[in-house]
Antibody, heavy 121, light 106 residues
């Protein structure tokens, strides 16, 4: 059974950075692209970007360019999402989600449980 | 960037009735369109991809149609577990979500 297990909730002050992890199991980690999506309280889903776990190459939504970095560790089958210069508007649940086929932009078949990041003074 | 617009924002439906949700793309996304269901406190789950293909384990009462810029998700006979928020997503060489439609009990 494919699993994506994310790190726990974080509380950060505005201006700080946060790094969320997503550990994959029960499938070939390098064979499927991984995406990050966030959801502010009571709001919709917002796509942040994509990482190729095989090569490490990334593409980020324009809104997050310069503030987000996605990386991976193939030895532990883990992807990471770091967001810097946090503002109150970054308070959200952050999800990792696996693209269902070998293609980069394809539907998401498995999601992590979500990580609540709170940016507050 | 392709903008996905969902309507209505809220749909009030009685159990057993039919629900029709719409999603419009600002430019053609071919059939690269998926629908997700999200319940409170849970991650979304995929219902439909390729505009009309049901994902594994999704009941037949869920159906999708459309191509290009206009798409529809139909729930033929609403069950209690179907009251949730539904999102469309295009994945045509990039990716964006619609704003969502909340299906609530009438």
């Amino acid at each position: 059974q494919v699993q994506l297990v994310q790190s726990g909730a974080e509380v950060k002050k505005p201006g700080a950075s946060v790094k969320v992890s997503c550990k994959a199991s029960h499938y070939t980690f390098t064979a499927y692209y991984m995406h990050w999506v966030r959801q502010a309280p009571g709001q919709g889903l917002e796509w942040m970007g994509i990482i190729n776990p095989s090569s490490g190459s990334t593409n980020y939504a324009q809104k997050f360019q310069g503030r987000v970095t996605m990386t991976r560790d193939t030895s532990t089958s883990t992807v990471y999402m770091e967001l810097i210069s946090l503002r109150s508007e970054d308070t959200a649940v952050y999800y990792c989600a696996r693209a269902q086929s070998g293609y980069d932009y394809s539907p998401f078949d498995y999601w992590g449980q979500g990580t609540l990041v709170t940016a507050s003074s | 960037e392709i903008v996905m617009t969902q309507s209505p924002a809220t749909l009030s439906v009685s159990p057993g009735e039919r629900a029709t949700l719409s999603c419009r793309a600002s430019q053609s996304v071919s059939n690269n369109l998926a629908w997700y269901q999200q319940k409170p406190g849970q991650a979304p789950r995929v219902l439909i991809y390729g505009a009309s293909t049901r994902a594994t384990g999704i009941p037949a009462r869920f159906s999708g149609s459309g191509s290009g810029t206009e798409f529809t998700l139909t729930i033929s006979s609403l069950q209690s577990e179907d009251f949730a928020v539904y999102y469309c997503q295009h994945y045509n060489n990039w990716l964006t979500f619609g704003g969502g439609t909340k299906v609530e009990i009438k």
